[in-house]
């Protein structure tokens, strides 16, 4: 039992004075974060901010958003590509206006920098703004052609200083440029706080990162959302030139197309509101996990302790059924010969014609009697129980009910082409797959069909949304197997992406809670 956490905490990073390596020009920084998990002192990168070109005192627009639990010490990472810094989240949030800068160490001798650090609570505002904005007559910078210009948004903070929020992308040659329409969190933009100073920057963009500055304008949350039912138009002003020159103007005007608001719902409002989650498990039963009379087998369980799938399935199985409404789950194995007849099935039950089981203590029974009675065969297809959970998530698909598919494997798999289909089918239906590695592979195809790092594809389709979650069991086990190190720890990692990708769901198809 963890705190509840009731407080996130945004981290906007920024470097000074970085050691340079790049030869030719200035570096390219990125930072990552690493955090540590509760109770382990192993190291797990959080996220990275996007690169930037060429600056050796980079500001980064991406930010790390953390849960702050008081009563917990968390440690965090900061690496970037020479140096790196450790702190912890209180000492971040305890500094004065939760600033904090530490010296980047690495390499021996040498100055490597800064890392500055801001924390600020996110207010608990849940509303996401879409904007489009244009300019006219943008002061022309390049010597040839025109200007390349972008936007770069700040919110202030509340001792007046401003933090970038939001950057647009270049248009290329034009002093005219129409920006694309672009969603950010209110919270990101004022932390809820509709009367808070929005600065924007307007800069023409240069390849060496030496981009030079237009001009500038104010707003706030307020002034902007005016625009829903007016153009709002804004004059864009450079000091320095407004200070030498009698005659000045401006320096163009931006232009704010269109502005809307919607509310963004968390995945426990859906819950609240009656979506219901419905597991189903399935256990490969195939020869490559060898013979469950073996003490090597992944199924040989002895008479002191359970196998290394009893262990997963009672792990994972305990932790999601606290979300399932009914506690029933349909279980099947996959890959083996099944009696009397001995034929092949990728999609087994001990009860043919009710193929749920009471709890995960019913799926744990109904799987030991399948190791009795079964023959591990092959090969190992995903794509059958995967085709039939998402049969049953096409019938209800107005968000009432949602499907998580539990798949135990060794990791080898021979129906890799008909389970991409399969998942690229699925991603348009209420489901998600969770896949559970047990066993020392190396699970190269597992981590590709959880579709983080190159979303899934088939025949040229797309995955409409990643619904694939892949976990290593063996990463949260001891030496002796027999012993999950961190039942939170791997509670997390299990249900890490779940409430995204309902979310993906449920926005998708317009459906509220």
Not at 165 to 181: G, I, R, S
Not at 335 to 343: L, R, T, W
Request: aromatic content about 10%; proline content about 4%.
């Amino acid at each position: 039992t963890g705190s509840v956490p009731g407080t996130k905490v945004e981290l906007t990073v920024s470097c000074r004075n970085l050691l340079d390596m790049d030869t030719f020009s200035k570096s390219d920084p990125v930072v990552v974060l690493f955090v540590q998990g509760s109770g382990s002192s192993e190291w797990k990168e959080f996220g990275r901010t996007e690169v930037i070109d060429n600056t050796l005192n980079p500001d980064f627009v991406r930010k790390f958003v953390l849960d702050y639990y008081f009563e917990e010490k968390q440690n965090l990472r900061f690496d970037d590509f020479l140096g790196q810094a450790f702190v912890a989240l209180g000492e971040v949030i305890g500094s004065q206006r939760g600033r904090l800068e530490r010296a980047l160490t690495g390499v021996p001798g040498k100055r490597c920098g800064t890392i500055l650090l801001l924390a600020e609570e996110l207010s608990n505002c849940r509303d996401i703004v879409t904007m489009q904005l244009c300019a006219n007559k943008l002061d022309k910078k390049d010597f040839f052609g025109k200007s390349d210009p972008f936007l770069v948004f700040y919110r202030s903070n509340e001792d007046g200083t401003f933090t970038i929020c939001h950057k647009t992308e270049v248009v290329k040659n034009t002093l005219n440029p129409v920006w694309q329409p672009f969603t950010i969190p209110v919270r990101a933009l004022c932390n809820g706080d509709y009367d808070r100073t929005v600065k924007i920057d307007v800069y023409d963009w240069d390849r060496d990162g030496s981009h030079d500055f237009i001009g500038e304008f104010a707003t706030s949350y307020r002034e902007l959302s005016r625009a829903q039912s007016q153009f709002t138009v804004y004059e864009v002003l450079n000091p320095r030139k407004k200070c030498k020159k009698k005659k000045y103007v401006n320096s163009g005007t931006v232009t704010l197309l269109s502005f809307s608001v919607e509310s963004e719902f968390t995945f426990v409002d859906y819950i609240r509101g009656g979506t219901q989650l419905n597991f189903t498990v399935a256990i490969d039963f195939t020869a490559s996990n060898g013979m469950p009379s073996h003490p090597t087998s992944l199924h040989y369980a002895s008479p002191y302790q359970l196998s290394a799938y009893a262990l997963a399935l009672k792990a994972v199985g305990e932790i999601i059924q606290d979300y399932d409404s009914d506690k029933l789950f349909p279980a099947y194995g996959f890959g083996a010969k099944i009696p009397p007849d001995g034929k092949i099935s990728h999609q087994f039950n001990n009860n043919m014609d009710n193929p749920s089981c009471a709890g995960i203590e019913g799926v744990l029974e109904s799987y030991l009697q399948s190791l009795r009675t079964v023959q591990l065969y092959g090969p190992t297809n995903f794509a059958p129980v995967i085709n039939q959970v998402a049969g049953t998530a096409a019938q209800v698909t107005d968000g009432s009910q949602y499907h998580v598919l539990l798949i135990i494997t060794d990791g080898v798999i021979s129906d890799m082409l008909q389970t991409k289909e399969a998942i690229v089918t699925a991603s348009a239906l209420p489901m998600s797959i969770i896949i559970v590695g047990v066993g020392p592979a190396e699970f190269e195809a597992m981590e590709e069909l959880d579709g983080d790092e190159v979303r899934v594809s088939s025949r040229g389709r797309y995955a409409e949304r990643d619904i694939v979650q892949f976990v290593p069991f063996r990463d949260y086990v001891d030496d002796s197997g027999n012993q999950v190190l961190s039942m939170a720890r791997l509670a997390k990692d299990v249900l890490a992406e779940i409430p995204e990708q309902l979310l993906s769901y449920m926005k998708t198809r317009d459906i509220k809670p």
